[in-house]
């Protein structure tokens, strides 16, 4: 059982680069998330989804994309990546509030 | 607005002392608290959460938190601190009326303890 993975755990981009971030769970959830964490913010919510199939707009949706085609899996993607899109990245899943597993982190510089 | 607050950025401790990390709350209804861990280069770890019941709640790792509803806060405690305890800790919370997605977190506080 290896609870929430993320690929990849580091990634350069330039500016205007796309690129996808995969999260995967075997715990069989329905609710996974997309989380960004930057210094002194905490995690703020980029995109979440309640099932598969489905997605929805968190806090700060702009400049992502998301899709859940297969229910262990959670995409990330970034279609024109920006400087303000440096930040480090997080899925998390949970069988229904409340509470989340986390996953280890996507490390993302874009210059 | 619904919001998380951890007044302190970093809180230092000597091992073996009492640990206190405060986190105060700013929700409608019956909130769902939590807390967790995070060390270097590593995903959040959960803690422990306050769904209802009692007021303190024990979590991982010897910790424990105290829902305190008139003072709209959830402050994570340890009796004794150990240098392994050293990392970032995050309170977040959940409206009790909300969806799964509505999870706040706060801005997190660097527990840094001295042997």
């Known amino acids: 059982n290896a609870g929430v993975t993320q690929t990849p755990k580091f990634r350069v981009l330039k500016t205007g680069q796309s690129m996808t971030l995969l999260c995967a769970q075997d715990?069989?959830?329905?609710?996974m998330y997309w989380y960004r964490q930057d210094p002194g913010m905490g995690l703020r919510l980029i995109h979440y989804?309640?099932?598969?199939?489905?997605?929805a707009k968190g806090e700060v949706p702009d400049g992502y994309n998301v899709s859940r085609l297969k229910k262990q899996n959670f995409l990330l993607g970034l279609e024109s990546a920006a400087p303000s899109q440096t930040s480090v990245y997080f899925c998390?899943?949970?069988?229904?509030?409340?509470?989340?597993?986390f996953g280890p982190g996507t490390r993302l510089t874009v210059t | 607005a619904q919001s998380v607050a951890q007044p302190e950025d970093q809180v230092n401790v000597a091992e073996g002392n009492p640990l206190t990390v405060k986190c105060t709350y700013s929700?409608?209804?019956?909130?769902?608290l939590f807390w967790y861990v995070q060390y270097p280069n590593r995903g959040l770890q959960f803690l422990l959460k306050?769904?209802?019941?009692?007021?303190l709640v024990k979590g991982s790792y010897g910790f424990e938190a105290e829902f305190n509803k008139s003072q709209t806060s959830f402050h994570l405690k340890k009796p004794s601190a150990l240098v392994s305890d050293s990392a970032l800790y995050f309170c977040?919370?959940?409206?009790?009326?909300?969806?799964?997605?509505?999870?706040?977190f706060g801005s997190g506080t660097r527990l840094s303890i001295r042997p």
């Open positions: 998390a899943s949970s069988d229904g509030p409340p509470g989340q597993y």
């Open positions: 715990m069989n959830h329905e609710y």
């Open positions: 989804s309640v099932g598969e199939g489905t997605t």
């Open positions: 929700v409608s209804g019956n909130p769902y």
């Open positions: 306050y769904i209802t019941g009692d007021n």
């Open positions: 977040a919370v959940r409206p009790g009326y909300s969806s799964a997605s509505k999870i706040i």
